[in-house]
């Protein structure tokens, strides 16, 4: 007989990895969920006491560092970096997120790791203080190999319209912060790969080699996952204020900081003044990457930059140091076209 199961999809193994997941998926209720795993659609109630508010979104992959979770066979964190690639961006906005959906491909549906997956999802969603509302696990044999997956999803936050954080109040002057990054986070994998040697037949061995300069092997530091910087950019909106603020993902500097400023504003930014992790150093060495391409791809050790008023500049680094994180006056706003000078 040709069933569904002989062609390469499992739905019993479909059924298990949702009752597996369906512990860490609890987790992440806050209020305003509605209803429960399982239904067509995930259901969220607007909380009240906004004005005007605004829904502000988000949506994003982890991209090609899922290589290293295969090489690793360690699943458990990828999915924290899908959440933080949507929910910082949304929380750029001022906005705070609300609920998150992931969408998993896999080539054959093993589920226990579908439900390590999830469990990293949640995770995540539980540093963003938002909720995983629902989701969609796809298999696919014969498009994807059955041992890999690809992993992506989006997230909804709210905003009031006269709060948003949008660059209209930034001005020359203003300083900027820089807020530290846990490493690569999930951006510039493809050229990662390739420096550490991730795509031969030696890659296995290579994930496996300990760095003393890391103090961990090559896999463990590919793999930290991305820092989810939600709830300490929201209290600083609350009790300090920003003016703009820039995600440093893929593009590093020269990309996104221009992306936060309004016409007529550039940003200056005085080298040496934060820590650039040691992954950086590594891999600018052994491959020999003019320090421009590693600005133009990388995070360099800040996962974001927010620009405030000047004389609020030690108040803005207290309270992100308050809300633990490490954080760095590193720069102000000039006048120029958008332009990123490191000095």
Same mark, same amino acid.
């Given at each position: 007989?040709?069933?569904?199961?002989?062609?390469?999809?499992?739905?019993?193994?479909?059924?298990e990895?949702?009752?597996?997941?369906k512990?860490?998926?609890?987790?992440?209720?806050?209020?305003?969920?509605?209803?429960?795993?399982?239904?067509?659609?995930?259901?969220?109630?607007?909380?009240?006491?906004?004005?005007n508010?605004?829904?502000?979104?988000?949506?994003?992959?982890?991209?090609?560092?899922?290589?290293?979770?295969?090489?690793s066979?360690?699943?458990?964190? =990828?999915?924290?970096?899908?959440?933080?690639?949507?929910?910082?961006?949304?929380?750029?906005?001022?906005?705070?997120?609300?609920?998150?959906?992931?969408?998993?491909?896999?080539?054959?549906?093993?589920?226990?790791?579908?439900?390590?997956?999830?469990?990293?999802?949640?995770?995540?969603?539980m540093?963003?203080?938002?909720a995983?509302?629902?989701?969609?696990?796809?298999?696919?044999?014969?498009?994807?190999?059955?041992?890999?997956?690809?992993?992506?999803?989006?997230?909804?936050g709210?905003?009031?319209?006269?709060?948003?954080t949008?660059?209209?109040?930034?001005?020359?002057?203003?300083a900027?912060?820089?807020?530290?990054?846990?490493?690569?986070?999930?951006?510039?994998y493809?050229?990662?790969?390739?420096i550490?040697?991730?795509?031969?037949?030696k890659?296995?061995?290579?994930?496996?080699?300990?760095s003393?300069?890391?103090?961990?092997?090559?896999?463990?530091?590919?793999?930290?996952?991305?820092?989810?910087?939600?709830?300490?950019?929201?209290?600083?909106?609350?009790?300090?204020?920003?003016?703009?603020?820039?995600?440093?993902?893929?593009?590093?500097?020269?990309?996104?900081?221009?992306?936060?400023?309004?016409?007529?504003?550039?940003?200056?930014?005085?080298?040496?003044?934060?820590?650039?992790?040691?992954?950086?150093?590594?891999?600018?060495?052994?491959?020999?990457?003019?320090?421009?391409?590693?600005y133009?791809?990388?995070?360099?050790?800040?996962?974001?930059?927010?620009?405030?008023?000047?004389?609020?500049?030690?108040?803005a680094?207290?309270?992100?140091?308050?809300?633990?994180?490490?954080?760095? =006056? =590193?720069?102000?706003?000039?006048?120029?076209?958008?332009?990123?000078?490191l000095?």
């Open positions: 007989m040709n069933t569904y199961k002989a062609a390469g999809v499992d739905v019993e193994a479909g059924y990895a949702v009752r597996l997941m512990k860490h998926v609890r987790k992440t209720v806050i209020d305003g969920v509605l209803g429960t795993i399982g239904g067509f659609g995930g259901l969220f109630e607007l909380p009240a006491g906004y004005k508010p605004v829904l502000v979104s988000g949506t994003d992959g982890v991209g090609t560092k899922l290589r290293l979770a295969f090489l066979d360690k699943h458990d964190t =990828i999915g924290q970096d899908c959440v933080a690639m949507c929910v910082n961006d949304v929380a750029c906005s001022g906005a705070k997120p609300l609920f998150f959906l992931d969408y998993l491909a896999v080539g054959k549906n093993t589920p226990e790791k579908v439900a390590e997956i999830v469990k990293g999802v949640a995770d995540g969603c540093l963003a203080g938002c995983l509302v629902g989701g969609e696990t796809a298999e696919m044999p014969g498009f994807y190999p059955p041992d890999e997956y690809d992993l992506a999803g989006f997230s909804v709210i905003v009031e319209k006269d709060k948003i949008d660059g209209k109040n930034a001005k020359k002057g203003n900027l912060i820089g807020m530290a990054s846990s490493g690569i986070h999930s951006n510039g493809s050229l990662v790969r390739k550490f040697d991730l795509n031969s037949e890659a296995s061995e290579n994930i496996s080699v300990y003393d300069e890391l103090g961990k092997t090559i896999g463990e530091e590919l793999l930290t996952p991305t820092r989810i910087y939600v709830k300490p950019l929201l209290s600083l909106i609350d009790k300090v204020g920003i003016n703009t603020i820039s995600h440093i993902t893929g593009g590093g500097f020269y990309e996104n900081i221009p992306r936060m400023l309004p016409d007529g504003l550039s940003a200056k930014i005085k080298l040496g003044s934060w820590e650039v992790l040691p992954i950086f150093d590594l891999m600018r060495k052994k491959a020999d990457i003019p320090m421009h391409d590693m133009n791809t990388f995070n360099m050790g800040l996962g974001m930059i927010a620009a405030v008023d000047a004389d609020k500049a030690d108040a680094v207290k309270c992100l140091e308050a809300a633990g994180e490490k954080a760095y =006056i =590193i720069g102000e706003l000039t006048d120029g076209d958008k332009s990123v000078e000095v």
